[in-house]
């Protein structure tokens, strides 16, 4: 008996591997739930692609994981199962390298410095880097700063974190980041954070407001210190097999829309963002502002040296540094 994921990714697969034309949706995935900015961002390209070319071009999406985990619809993207696919950057830390520049911490001075280098230059050289790796990069999303969290004590300085277990994702440059931090790097799945705080399994954690106000962590760790230390976006993909198979007009009147998308998202997570923040501070969460970001900021030059492995990498990481904004 076909599993579920299996069931729904059969029909997808077979109608990927025939010629290209309008006839069918794009087929799109999102691990998010249906109302999350990202996904919001995927319909909103259905409604333009709709509008722009009389239904003749159209997005079916499967949000919430419908499809499996990002890992696996990565895979069918590249395989040319899926054509579009909105992953988070770090499973293609191991596949593009030069990903990896967005994930370093403390690149970004604040938001609108990491806009502009998505926007610019950079941002487009690293979406071009996919291309050899069976994906085309369409544009980025935002994934907000991520902020260290814990039930223990105020986080001012790295020596507040020393000791302390905190929950990171399963990535190496995280690890690395915490450890560099004097803290005890522990990679847990996301959906079990809760308990593990709850249990004393991790001292805390890190992530953005909308994450850690969703998630509950809010509940068990108090202390919400905004370090701001990652600010790595999430970025949509096109299988290139899709792209080969597409016209040029289909293929602008495809950019177009994922570029126009971007500000849709970029409202909505916004506001989401905003309502987030409000939420956890009206239930009296105690937030540290005066973070010495100087401090943390100097600590990770190990981190730096370690995954900026190329020069081309290294030359990313420092454009982006020196844009001005």
């Not at 991520?146 to 905190?166: M, Q």
């Not at 005890?184 to 953005?208: F, R």
């Not at 916004?270 to 401090?295: F, K, W």
């Amino acid at each position: 008996m076909l599993r579920r994921r299996e069931f729904l990714l059969a029909p997808l697969l077979l109608t990927a591997c025939g010629k290209g034309d309008r006839t069918r949706p794009l087929f799109a995935a999102d691990a998010h739930p249906d109302e999350y900015p990202t996904v919001q961002a995927l319909y909103a390209i259905d409604r333009l692609l709709d509008e722009r070319t009389n239904g003749e071009m159209r997005v079916r999406v499967y949000a919430g994981g419908q499809l499996g985990a990002e890992k696996d619809t990565l895979e069918i993207t590249i395989f040319g199962g899926l054509d579009l696919n909105r992953i988070n950057l770090a499973p293609l830390n191991s596949i593009v390298p030069e990903t990896a520049v967005l994930a370093m911490p403390f690149l970004f001075r604040s938001i609108p410095h990491l806009r502009a280098a998505l926007d610019g230059p950079s941002g487009r050289t690293i979406l071009d880097a996919m291309t050899d790796f069976g994906l085309r990069g369409m544009c980025y999303y935002d994934s907000g700063a991520r902020s260290f969290y814990n039930t223990v004590r105020p986080v001012h300085t790295p020596e507040d974190l020393a000791g302390l277990k905190i929950r990171v994702q399963n990535s190496d440059i995280y690890v690395a980041m915490v450890q560099a931090l004097g803290a005890n790097p522990t990679p847990i799945p996301y959906g079990e954070v809760y308990q593990a705080l709850v249990q004393g399994v991790v001292d805390g954690a890190e992530n953005n407001w909308p994450s850690y106000e969703s998630s509950r962590h809010f509940e068990v760790a108090r202390n919400y210190s905004l370090t701001r230390h990652v600010m790595a976006p999430e970025v949509l993909v096109v299988s290139m097999r899709t792209w080969e198979r597409m016209g040029n007009e289909e293929r602008d009147l495809l950019q177009q829309a994922c570029t126009d998308s971007v500000p849709v998202m970029r409202e909505i997570w916004d506001a989401r963002v905003a309502s987030s923040r409000q939420r956890v501070l009206d239930d009296g969460v105690q937030l540290v502002e005066d973070v010495d970001q100087a401090a943390f900021s100097t600590r990770m030059q190990p981190v730096w040296e370690r995954f900026l492995a190329t020069p081309a990498m290294l030359r990313l990481a420092e454009d982006i540094d020196n844009l001005e904004v």
